[in-house]
Protein backbone atom coordinates (compact mmCIF):
# COMPACT_ATOMS: atom_id res chain seq x y z
CA UNK A 1 0.00 0.00 0.00
CA UNK A 2 1.31 3.47 -1.08
CA UNK A 3 2.16 5.78 1.98
CA UNK A 4 -0.05 8.90 2.23
CA UNK A 5 0.46 12.14 1.12
CA UNK A 6 1.07 14.89 3.84
CA UNK A 7 0.45 18.42 3.07
CA UNK A 8 1.44 20.95 6.62
CA UNK A 9 0.28 24.47 6.59
CA UNK A 10 -0.28 27.64 8.67
CA UNK A 11 -3.96 29.21 8.79
CA UNK A 12 -4.16 32.69 8.82
CA UNK A 13 -7.33 34.97 8.66
CA UNK A 14 -7.60 38.59 7.95
CA UNK A 15 -10.30 40.64 8.96
CA UNK A 16 -12.43 37.30 9.16
CA UNK A 17 -11.10 36.05 5.82
CA UNK A 18 -9.48 32.80 6.09
CA UNK A 19 -5.83 32.43 4.43
CA UNK A 20 -4.46 28.90 4.98
CA UNK A 21 -0.79 29.17 3.44
CA UNK A 22 0.83 25.78 2.35
CA UNK A 23 4.16 25.17 3.96
CA UNK A 24 5.15 22.07 2.81
CA UNK A 25 4.24 18.76 0.38
CA UNK A 26 3.53 20.75 -1.83
CA UNK A 27 5.65 20.15 -5.28
CA UNK A 28 7.94 21.87 -7.22
CA UNK A 29 5.65 24.29 -10.00
CA UNK A 30 7.72 24.81 -13.77
CA UNK A 31 7.23 28.26 -15.44
CA UNK A 32 9.09 30.85 -16.63
CA UNK A 33 6.28 33.05 -15.66
CA UNK A 34 3.79 32.95 -12.75
CA UNK A 35 0.81 32.83 -15.01
CA UNK A 36 2.83 29.58 -16.33
CA UNK A 37 2.94 28.65 -12.73
CA UNK A 38 -0.38 29.05 -12.08
CA UNK A 39 -1.65 26.83 -15.16
CA UNK A 40 0.61 23.80 -14.54
CA UNK A 41 -0.74 23.79 -10.63
CA UNK A 42 -4.48 23.93 -12.17
CA UNK A 43 -3.56 21.46 -14.68
CA UNK A 44 -1.54 19.22 -12.64
CA UNK A 45 -1.86 19.81 -8.90
CA UNK A 46 -5.69 20.51 -8.75
CA UNK A 47 -6.43 17.29 -6.42
CA UNK A 48 -3.82 19.01 -3.73
CA UNK A 49 -6.00 22.55 -4.52
CA UNK A 50 -9.33 20.56 -3.38
CA UNK A 51 -8.05 18.86 -0.81
CA UNK A 52 -6.72 21.84 0.93
CA UNK A 53 -9.65 24.11 0.42
CA UNK A 54 -12.91 21.63 -0.17
CA UNK A 55 -14.08 19.62 3.15
CA UNK A 56 -13.43 17.94 4.92
CA UNK A 57 -10.43 20.06 6.07
CA UNK A 58 -11.67 23.28 4.19
CA UNK A 59 -15.28 24.39 3.72
CA UNK A 60 -17.04 26.61 1.12
CA UNK A 61 -15.40 29.73 2.08
CA UNK A 62 -11.82 28.78 2.93
CA UNK A 63 -8.93 30.24 0.64
CA UNK A 64 -5.61 29.21 0.08
CA UNK A 65 -1.89 30.21 -0.78
CA UNK A 66 0.70 28.44 -2.42
CA UNK A 67 4.21 30.16 -1.89
CA UNK A 68 6.75 29.59 -5.23
CA UNK A 69 9.56 30.71 -6.38
CA UNK A 70 9.39 34.03 -8.30
CA UNK A 71 9.99 34.66 -11.80
CA UNK A 72 10.53 38.59 -10.95
CA UNK A 73 13.77 40.12 -9.76
CA UNK A 74 13.41 41.69 -6.32
CA UNK A 75 10.74 39.62 -5.56
CA UNK A 76 11.16 37.40 -2.13
CA UNK A 77 8.77 35.34 -3.66
CA UNK A 78 5.72 34.28 -5.67
CA UNK A 79 2.05 33.70 -4.54
CA UNK A 80 -0.52 31.66 -6.24
CA UNK A 81 -4.09 32.06 -4.79
CA UNK A 82 -6.74 29.85 -4.59
CA UNK A 83 -10.49 29.30 -3.19
CA UNK A 84 -13.15 26.75 -3.73
CA UNK A 85 -13.91 27.33 -7.18
CA UNK A 86 -9.91 27.25 -8.61
CA UNK A 87 -7.11 29.96 -9.17
CA UNK A 88 -7.24 33.96 -8.95
CA UNK A 89 -4.92 36.83 -10.51
CA UNK A 90 -4.90 38.79 -7.09
CA UNK A 91 -5.91 38.67 -3.44
CA UNK A 92 -5.30 41.25 -1.00
CA UNK A 93 -6.38 39.97 2.38
CA UNK A 94 -4.25 37.51 1.87
CA UNK A 95 -1.16 39.41 0.31
CA UNK A 96 -1.91 40.81 3.96
CA UNK A 97 -1.59 37.98 5.77
CA UNK A 98 1.33 37.34 3.70
CA UNK A 99 2.94 40.16 4.62
CA UNK A 100 3.27 39.52 8.40
CA UNK A 101 4.08 35.59 7.42
CA UNK A 102 6.62 36.37 5.69
CA UNK A 103 8.22 38.60 8.40
CA UNK A 104 7.80 36.50 11.13
CA UNK A 105 9.26 33.53 8.73
CA UNK A 106 12.71 35.74 8.83
CA UNK A 107 12.36 35.68 4.86
CA UNK A 108 13.51 39.48 4.64
CA UNK A 109 14.89 40.95 7.68
CA UNK A 110 12.71 42.57 10.42
CA UNK A 111 13.22 46.40 10.22
CA UNK A 112 11.47 49.17 12.58
CA UNK A 113 9.89 50.87 12.51
CA UNK A 114 8.99 49.44 8.60
CA UNK A 115 9.94 46.13 6.95
CA UNK A 116 9.41 47.01 3.26
CA UNK A 117 9.75 43.94 0.35
CA UNK A 118 8.04 43.18 -2.61
CA UNK A 119 6.00 39.72 -3.85
CA UNK A 120 4.91 38.84 -6.92
CA UNK A 121 1.39 37.73 -8.01
CA UNK A 122 -0.22 36.56 -10.82
CA UNK A 123 -1.44 40.72 -11.94
CA UNK A 124 1.79 41.61 -10.95
CA UNK A 125 4.54 42.61 -8.21
CA UNK A 126 3.19 43.86 -5.02
CA UNK A 127 4.91 46.26 -3.30
CA UNK A 128 4.17 45.67 0.93
CA UNK A 129 5.49 47.84 3.65
CA UNK A 130 5.12 46.04 7.41
CA UNK A 131 4.66 48.16 10.50
CA UNK A 132 6.56 47.13 13.04
CA UNK A 133 6.42 47.78 16.88
CA UNK A 134 8.93 45.94 19.54
CA UNK A 135 9.34 42.82 16.99
CA UNK A 136 5.76 42.37 16.15
CA UNK A 137 3.94 43.33 13.07
CA UNK A 138 1.26 45.55 13.20
CA UNK A 139 -0.20 46.15 10.23
CA UNK A 140 0.18 45.83 6.38
CA UNK A 141 0.11 47.85 3.87
CA UNK A 142 0.70 46.88 0.18
CA UNK A 143 0.75 49.16 -3.39
CA UNK A 144 -0.87 47.54 -6.05
CA UNK A 145 -0.72 46.98 -9.29
CA UNK A 146 -2.63 49.75 -11.73
CA UNK A 147 -6.13 49.78 -10.89
CA UNK A 148 -8.39 51.59 -13.54
CA UNK A 149 -11.85 51.98 -14.01
CA UNK A 150 -13.37 50.26 -17.13
CA UNK A 151 -17.04 51.28 -17.52
CA UNK A 152 -19.35 53.77 -15.67
CA UNK A 153 -23.13 53.10 -15.77
CA UNK A 154 -23.32 50.13 -17.72
CA UNK A 155 -26.92 49.11 -18.42
CA UNK A 156 -27.68 45.84 -17.97
CA UNK A 157 -31.23 44.16 -17.95
CA UNK A 158 -31.36 40.54 -15.84
CA UNK A 159 -34.24 38.62 -15.35
CA UNK A 160 -36.31 39.60 -11.90
CA UNK A 161 -34.49 42.19 -11.66
CA UNK A 162 -35.01 44.80 -14.91
CA UNK A 163 -32.56 47.17 -15.97
CA UNK A 164 -29.86 48.72 -13.75
CA UNK A 165 -26.59 50.20 -14.34
CA UNK A 166 -23.66 48.78 -13.03
CA UNK A 167 -19.47 49.75 -12.70
CA UNK A 168 -16.88 47.71 -13.74
CA UNK A 169 -13.32 48.34 -12.30
CA UNK A 170 -10.26 46.12 -12.30
CA UNK A 171 -7.96 46.12 -8.84
CA UNK A 172 -6.04 43.41 -9.50
CA UNK A 173 -9.22 41.48 -10.70
CA UNK A 174 -12.09 42.44 -12.54
CA UNK A 175 -14.93 43.39 -10.45
CA UNK A 176 -18.65 44.75 -11.09
CA UNK A 177 -19.87 47.25 -8.23
CA UNK A 178 -22.91 48.95 -7.67
CA UNK A 179 -25.19 49.52 -4.68
CA UNK A 180 -27.50 47.13 -3.49
CA UNK A 181 -30.39 49.93 -3.88
CA UNK A 182 -29.93 49.25 -7.56
CA UNK A 183 -31.13 45.88 -7.03
CA UNK A 184 -34.31 47.45 -4.68
CA UNK A 185 -32.14 45.69 -1.97
CA UNK A 186 -31.61 47.24 1.07
CA UNK A 187 -28.12 46.74 1.65
CA UNK A 188 -28.19 46.49 5.10
CA UNK A 189 -31.92 44.40 6.24
CA UNK A 190 -31.61 42.11 3.13
CA UNK A 191 -31.01 38.76 4.19
CA UNK A 192 -27.52 37.81 2.69
CA UNK A 193 -28.70 34.94 0.52
CA UNK A 194 -31.00 37.54 -1.11
CA UNK A 195 -27.56 39.38 -1.99
CA UNK A 196 -25.78 36.90 -3.00
CA UNK A 197 -27.87 35.70 -5.14
CA UNK A 198 -28.61 39.06 -7.28
CA UNK A 199 -24.61 39.67 -6.96
CA UNK A 200 -24.04 36.48 -8.47
CA UNK A 201 -27.00 36.80 -11.20
CA UNK A 202 -25.23 39.94 -12.56
CA UNK A 203 -21.54 38.16 -12.33
CA UNK A 204 -23.20 35.13 -14.70
CA UNK A 205 -24.69 37.92 -17.00
CA UNK A 206 -21.55 39.77 -17.77
CA UNK A 207 -19.18 36.87 -18.08
CA UNK A 208 -21.78 35.95 -20.57
CA UNK A 209 -22.03 39.19 -22.45
CA UNK A 210 -18.92 41.46 -21.45
CA UNK A 211 -15.44 41.12 -23.35
CA UNK A 212 -13.49 41.46 -20.40
CA UNK A 213 -9.58 41.97 -21.41
CA UNK A 214 -6.26 43.05 -19.86
CA UNK A 215 -3.29 44.23 -21.79
CA UNK A 216 -0.77 42.29 -20.06
CA UNK A 217 -1.99 38.61 -20.31
CA UNK A 218 -5.27 37.05 -21.83
CA UNK A 219 -5.11 34.69 -17.97
CA UNK A 220 -5.98 38.11 -16.41
CA UNK A 221 -9.14 38.84 -19.12
CA UNK A 222 -12.27 37.74 -16.92
CA UNK A 223 -14.95 38.79 -14.40
CA UNK A 224 -13.84 37.59 -10.97
CA UNK A 225 -17.26 38.55 -9.41
CA UNK A 226 -19.77 41.50 -8.08
CA UNK A 227 -19.33 43.79 -4.72
CA UNK A 228 -22.20 45.72 -3.70
CA UNK A 229 -22.23 48.13 -1.58
CA UNK A 230 -24.23 50.48 0.84
CA UNK A 231 -24.87 54.02 -0.45
CA UNK A 232 -22.27 55.73 1.66
CA UNK A 233 -21.04 59.05 0.49
CA UNK A 234 -17.38 59.32 -0.07
CA UNK A 235 -16.48 60.97 2.71
CA UNK A 236 -18.02 58.16 5.15
CA UNK A 237 -16.79 54.46 5.72
CA UNK A 238 -18.51 51.96 3.28
CA UNK A 239 -19.75 48.26 3.72
CA UNK A 240 -19.14 46.17 1.19
CA UNK A 241 -20.17 42.39 0.18
CA UNK A 242 -17.88 40.88 -2.24
CA UNK A 243 -19.20 37.54 -4.29
CA UNK A 244 -16.35 36.43 -6.03
CA UNK A 245 -15.74 33.15 -8.41
CA UNK A 246 -18.72 30.74 -7.94
CA UNK A 247 -20.88 32.71 -5.41
CA UNK A 248 -17.94 32.34 -2.62
CA UNK A 249 -18.33 35.36 -0.04
CA UNK A 250 -15.36 37.27 0.97
CA UNK A 251 -15.95 37.89 5.02
CA UNK A 252 -13.49 40.54 3.97
CA UNK A 253 -13.61 43.59 2.52
CA UNK A 254 -11.83 42.44 -0.05
CA UNK A 255 -8.38 43.81 -0.74
CA UNK A 256 -8.02 43.56 -4.64
CA UNK A 257 -11.93 44.75 -4.58
CA UNK A 258 -11.04 47.82 -2.62
CA UNK A 259 -8.22 48.44 -4.78
CA UNK A 260 -10.77 48.29 -7.40
CA UNK A 261 -13.88 50.52 -5.67
CA UNK A 262 -10.83 53.38 -4.66
CA UNK A 263 -9.63 53.52 -8.36
CA UNK A 264 -13.41 53.63 -9.41
CA UNK A 265 -14.22 56.40 -7.28
CA UNK A 266 -10.78 58.18 -8.32
CA UNK A 267 -12.40 57.87 -12.14
CA UNK A 268 -15.49 59.48 -10.79
CA UNK A 269 -13.62 62.32 -9.35
CA UNK A 270 -15.43 61.43 -5.93
CA UNK A 271 -12.06 61.08 -4.20
CA UNK A 272 -8.27 62.87 -4.82
CA UNK A 273 -4.43 61.20 -4.50
CA UNK A 274 -3.85 60.94 -0.69
CA UNK A 275 -7.08 60.66 0.66
CA UNK A 276 -8.17 57.82 2.77
CA UNK A 277 -11.13 55.59 2.56
CA UNK A 278 -11.81 53.11 5.52
CA UNK A 279 -14.25 50.09 4.14
CA UNK A 280 -15.72 46.78 5.89
CA UNK A 281 -16.68 43.67 5.00
CA UNK A 282 -19.66 41.11 6.57
CA UNK A 283 -16.93 40.30 9.46
CA UNK A 284 -17.07 43.92 10.26
CA UNK A 285 -13.07 44.32 10.21
CA UNK A 286 -11.82 47.24 8.52
CA UNK A 287 -9.15 48.01 5.92
CA UNK A 288 -7.68 51.24 4.10
CA UNK A 289 -7.78 52.12 0.91
CA UNK A 290 -5.65 55.38 -0.54
CA UNK A 291 -4.62 56.50 -4.40
CA UNK A 292 -1.04 57.01 -4.18
CA UNK A 293 0.07 58.16 -7.42
CA UNK A 294 -0.80 57.99 -11.27
CA UNK A 295 0.18 54.60 -12.67
CA UNK A 296 2.31 54.31 -16.38
CA UNK A 297 -0.42 51.76 -17.80
CA UNK A 298 -2.03 51.78 -20.91
CA UNK A 299 -5.21 52.53 -19.90
CA UNK A 300 -6.98 55.66 -19.21
CA UNK A 301 -6.79 56.80 -15.75
CA UNK A 302 -4.99 53.88 -14.32
CA UNK A 303 -4.10 54.72 -10.42
CA UNK A 304 -1.92 52.70 -8.08
CA UNK A 305 -4.06 52.17 -4.50
CA UNK A 306 -2.70 51.66 -0.91
CA UNK A 307 -4.62 49.14 0.99
CA UNK A 308 -3.90 48.50 4.79
CA UNK A 309 -5.32 46.03 7.54
CA UNK A 310 -4.06 43.14 9.47
CA UNK A 311 -3.57 39.41 9.33
CA UNK A 312 -3.98 37.26 12.59
CA UNK A 313 -2.75 33.41 13.32
CA UNK A 314 -4.78 30.69 13.46
CA UNK A 315 -3.35 27.45 13.77
CA UNK A 316 -0.59 25.42 11.96
CA UNK A 317 -0.38 21.54 10.99
CA UNK A 318 -0.49 18.51 8.49
CA UNK A 319 -3.07 17.32 6.35
CA UNK A 320 -3.00 13.52 5.53
CA UNK A 321 -4.34 12.28 2.39
CA UNK A 322 -4.66 8.64 2.04
CA UNK A 323 -4.30 7.20 -1.21
CA UNK A 324 -7.40 4.47 -0.26
CA UNK A 325 -9.64 7.58 0.79
CA UNK A 326 -11.68 8.02 -1.61
CA UNK A 327 -12.92 11.71 -0.20
CA UNK A 328 -9.33 12.22 0.32
CA UNK A 329 -8.59 15.47 -2.07
CA UNK A 330 -12.06 16.73 -0.99
CA UNK A 331 -15.87 16.70 -1.52
CA UNK A 332 -17.99 19.88 -2.40
CA UNK A 333 -21.99 19.34 -1.21
CA UNK A 334 -24.73 18.69 -3.48
CA UNK A 335 -27.89 20.13 -4.52
CA UNK A 336 -29.54 16.91 -3.98
CA UNK A 337 -28.91 13.16 -3.03
CA UNK A 338 -29.82 12.58 -6.98
CA UNK A 339 -26.32 14.50 -7.45
CA UNK A 340 -24.48 12.89 -4.62
CA UNK A 341 -25.77 9.35 -6.39
CA UNK A 342 -23.78 10.49 -9.49
CA UNK A 343 -20.68 11.46 -7.51
CA UNK A 344 -20.67 8.62 -5.63
CA UNK A 345 -17.62 8.79 -3.48
CA UNK A 346 -16.48 4.94 -4.34
CA UNK A 347 -16.05 6.25 -8.07
CA UNK A 348 -13.37 8.65 -7.62
CA UNK A 349 -10.04 8.27 -8.14
CA UNK A 350 -7.62 7.97 -5.49
CA UNK A 351 -4.97 10.12 -4.18
CA UNK A 352 -1.96 11.11 -6.96
CA UNK A 353 1.37 11.08 -5.76
CA UNK A 354 3.16 13.99 -6.70
CA UNK A 355 5.90 13.79 -9.56
Known amino acids: MSAPLTLSFTDMHTAGEPVRIVTGGYPELHGATLLEKRRHARDAYDHLRRAMIWEPRGHAGMYGVIPVASSRPGCVMGVLFTHH ?62 AFAVARDLPVTLAGYGTLAT ?134 GAVTIAVGGQGYYAGKGEFTLEPQDPLATGLTLPGTFNEARVTNPSSRTNVKRSS
Open 85 to 146: EGYSTMCGHATIALGRWIVDQGLVPRIEPVTRFSIEAPCGVLHLACTVEHGTVTHVGFESVP
Open 167 to 300: DLAYGGAFYAILPASRFGLDFFGTPVDTLVTAAGTLTDHLRATYPFDHPDAPDLGFLYGTILTDDAPPDHESWNLCVFAERQIDRSPTGSGVTARMALDHAKGLVTQGVTRTFRGISGGPFTGRVTAPADFPRE
